[in-house]
Structures are given as structure tokens and as C-alpha cells.
């Protein structure tokens, strides 16, 4: 789904006041940024569940690296973070737009973040 709103010029600020589980997942799932499957899964509570843009579930931190091992190399892309949502009871929304040289050539990515009560993240689904 794409965001029919124009991109919020605050979205780049309000990113950094996000929880830093979430961050650390923006930076890790960056392709700008050498990934580190650590860094990566120490956002993610132990047993976190990730639904991808292709609507596969991903329990737990082994298949979760599993899953960003396997999408990390597929495509060259650069991405914008253009939303940032908070909406109440540990839940985020964040928008990133990503161009690059994946069919289509460009397209937003919805993420939607629960954090568990110790500030990593529960639940993530992820949706074009």
C-alpha cells in the first residue's frame, strides 16, 4: 500500500526520537549500512514474531536473521524515511520510500512496530 499523503518533512526528525529497538532496526536494515545480524536481532525480543511485505511469519530470532539474511543482498536501493507515527500502547508506524533497481523501481514500505515491555521489538509487519 502507498502512502497517498506527500512525505512529512518533520519524518527524518521525529525518526530520532523513536524507541532504540526500532532504530536499531531502521540502521541494521538499511542497505547504506553494513548489516550486523547482532546488532540486527538485539532489537528483537527472543521471541519476536516479523510478517513480511510477502505475508510470511518469522518466529524467533533464528528465523528472523534467516529472513534478513536472504532479503539483505537481493537488490540495490536507497530508502528515505518519509513517516513517522506513534500511536499509543508501545505501537509505531514508520514509512520508508525505497528507489532502486528492484522491479517497479520504487515503492513506500509500511513498518508497524509493537515493542514488548522491555522496549524491544514484539511484532513488526511490513507492507508495500
Excluded: C
Excluded at 527524518?12 to 553494513?34: M, Y
Aim: charged residues 25%; proline residues 5%; negative net charge.
Amino acid at each position: 500500500m502507498t502512502i497517498q499523503t506527500p512525505p512529512d518533512p518533520s519524518a527524518a526528525e521525529k525518526a530520532e526520537q523513536l524507541p532504540s529497538a526500532i532504530k536499531r532496526f531502521l540502521r541494521e536494515a538499511d542497505p547504506q549500512h553494513k548489516a550486523n545480524a547482532h546488532d540486527l536481532l538485539a532489537a528483537f525480543a527472543a521471541d519476536a514474531v516479523v510478517v513480511d511485505d510477502d505475508g510470511e511469519t518469522y518466529t524467533g530470532h533464528d528465523e528472523i536473521h534467516r529472513w534478513r539474511s536472504a532479503e539483505s543482498s537481493e537488490y540495490t536501493y536507497t530508502v528515505e524515511i518519509t513517516h513517522v507515527e506513534e500511536l499509543g500502547d508501545n505501537r509505531y508506524v514508520v514509512t520508508q520510500h525505497l528507489d532502486g533497481d528492484f522491479p517497479g523501481g520504487e515503492v513506500d514500505v509500511i513498518y508497524r512496530f509493537t515493542l514488548a515491555g522491555d522496549g524491544l521489538i514484539q511484532h513488526l509487519e511490513i507492507a508495500p
